[in-house]
């Protein structure tokens, strides 16, 4: 058992069950992204501005039911268990892009940026239902799912007693042979004339795709009970947080068995998720230092993300701004605020993106 005031994980002992499942959403969903720059160099001229990112990226995507947490922590007195749509995708890869924004006329600038994608991994995990039947002292476990993985010089891992898969035992990274491609669009008009003060905007990002080279997939066999003893036999007492993230893997892995099949080394080409995004700005024109803003987002995927963001931004002088934002989106909502100081060449700002 874990300390008094320590930190430990769900399957310690002395988190209780029913009360750690009362506390969860219907399923617990996660999107983590990495958008980082290596390189950036930028262009100026007089209706128009050039730049050139290198960049690492990497985006994940995980849906975890709650029936899955709820088999986790049962005992073999629970009876039994249906658990359906565990989703688990990660991509990783180098963006090297040339973008361009030019004005033309005194209303309209246009945006295209041209990326050249390398991969360097992709995964992508998706059981369909696991079917747990309690039997005595053990589960009797049928499973219906896949897993397809790009991974470059990656030596798969093989159970030697029946040849499931094992994970991943090591990786080199050898010449690059995943090559993608994808744009970015944008657009702005300024109704200047028409509607003083009105500016709408347009733009969709990573409309493109990476093709795979080197694709394995590995499968159930829909047919096969697996007898299997729960999870179980947790320490938790340590300071090794993955030690038991470890366990949990190996007893997944003994609890769905999949097989490697035939598509082997095989070329396959994924969609990147793309952004949609749609936004307009009012400055009211009797005071145009008030300002009100709204943008609305739509990034595809496993599970499609929407957002509405309405802000205001107080901008009375030429040194201070001041600006809110309300959020409502497929994950929640929230409000933020930004408070930007920026005299005589300093730019001094304090944020926050969550206030509740």
Same mark, same amino acid.
């Given at each position: %058992?874990?300390?008094?005031?320590?930190?430990?994980?769900?399957?310690?002992?002395?988190?209780?069950?029913?009360?750690?499942?009362?506390?969860?959403?219907?399923?617990?969903?996660?999107?983590?992204?990495? /958008?980082?720059?290596?390189?950036?160099?930028?262009?100026?001229?007089?209706?128009?501005?050039? %730049?050139? &990112?290198?960049? !690492?990226? &990497? /985006?994940?995507?995980?849906? =975890?039911?709650?029936?899955?947490?709820?088999?986790?922590?049962?005992?073999?007195?629970?009876?039994?268990?249906?658990?359906?749509?565990?989703?688990? /995708?990660?991509?990783?890869?180098?963006?090297?892009?040339?973008?361009?924004?030019?004005?033309?006329?005194?209303? !309209?600038?246009? @945006?295209?940026?041209?990326?050249?994608?390398?991969?360097?991994?992709?995964?992508?995990?998706?059981?369909?239902?696991?079917?747990?039947?309690?039997?005595?002292?053990?589960? =009797?476990?049928?499973?219906?799912?896949?897993?397809?993985?790009?991974?470059?010089?990656?030596?798969?891992?093989?159970?030697?007693?029946?040849? %499931?898969?094992?994970?991943?035992?090591?990786?080199?990274?050898?010449?690059?042979?995943?090559?993608?491609?994808?744009?970015?669009?944008?657009?702005?008009?300024?109704?200047?004339?028409?509607?003083?003060?009105?500016?709408?905007?347009?733009?969709?990002?990573?409309?493109?795709?990476?093709?795979?080279?080197?694709?394995?997939?590995?499968?159930?066999?829909?047919?096969?009970?697996?007898?299997?003893?729960?999870?179980?036999?947790?320490?938790?007492?340590?300071?090794?947080?993955?030690?038991?993230?470890?366990?949990?893997?190996?007893?997944? /892995?003994?609890?769905?068995?999949?097989?490697?099949?035939? &598509?082997? &080394?095989?070329?396959?080409?994924?969609? !990147?998720?793309?952004?949609?995004? =749609? +936004?307009?700005?009012?400055?009211?024109?009797?005071?145009?230092?008030?300002?009100?803003?709204?943008?609305?987002?739509?990034?595809?995927?496993?599970?499609?993300?929407?957002?509405?963001? %309405?802000?205001?931004?107080?901008?009375?002088? @030429?040194?201070?701004?001041?600006? +809110?934002?309300?959020?409502?989106?497929?994950?929640?909502?929230?409000?933020?605020? =930004?408070?930007?100081?920026?005299?005589?060449?300093?730019?001094?700002?304090?944020?926050?993106?969550?206030?509740?």
């Amino acid at each position: %058992t874990s300390k008094p005031g320590m930190l430990t994980t769900f399957m310690s002992p002395d988190i209780d069950a029913g009360t750690f499942l009362d506390a969860m959403p219907k399923a617990a969903q996660f999107n983590v992204g990495l /958008n980082m720059d290596i390189l950036a160099l930028g262009v100026g001229a007089k209706n128009g501005f050039t %730049t050139f &990112n290198l960049k !690492l990226r &990497n /985006n994940e995507q995980i849906n =975890l039911p709650k029936e899955l947490f709820g088999f986790m922590k049962a005992s073999l007195a629970n009876g039994d268990y249906l658990i359906e749509n565990i989703n688990i /995708n990660t991509i990783s890869y180098v963006e090297a892009s040339l973008t361009h924004s030019h004005k033309i006329g005194d209303n !309209l600038t246009v @945006g295209l940026g041209l990326k050249f994608l390398e991969g360097i991994a992709y995964a992508d995990l998706t059981v369909n239902e696991i079917d747990a039947q309690l039997h005595e002292d053990e589960w =009797l476990v049928k499973s219906n799912g896949s897993i397809k993985a790009s991974i470059p010089g990656a030596q798969y891992k093989l159970d030697p007693d029946n040849q %499931t898969f094992d994970g991943v035992d090591g990786f080199s990274f050898s010449v690059p042979q995943s090559h993608g491609f994808a744009v970015d669009l944008g657009a702005e008009y300024d109704f200047k004339g028409l509607v003083d003060g009105l500016k709408v905007s347009a733009a969709v990002t990573d409309l493109g795709f990476i093709g795979w080279a080197n694709m394995n997939t590995f499968a159930t066999n829909n047919n096969e009970y697996v007898k299997f003893e729960g999870f179980n036999n947790y320490d938790v007492s340590g300071d090794n947080e993955d030690e038991t993230m470890d366990q949990i893997n190996d007893d997944f /892995n003994d609890m769905v068995k999949m097989y490697q099949t035939g &598509n082997t &080394n095989q070329k396959e080409k994924v969609m !990147l998720n793309a952004t949609f995004r =749609l +936004g307009a700005e009012y400055a009211l024109p009797f005071v145009n230092w008030i300002s009100f803003g709204e943008l609305l987002t739509y990034r595809s995927g496993l599970w499609p993300y929407t957002e509405s963001r %309405t802000s205001i931004c107080l901008s009375p002088c @030429g040194w201070f701004d001041l600006s +809110g934002n309300a959020v409502l989106s497929s994950m929640g909502s929230s409000m933020g605020l =930004l408070l930007n100081l920026h005299p005589g060449g300093i730019n001094f700002f304090v944020a926050v993106d969550r206030l509740k």
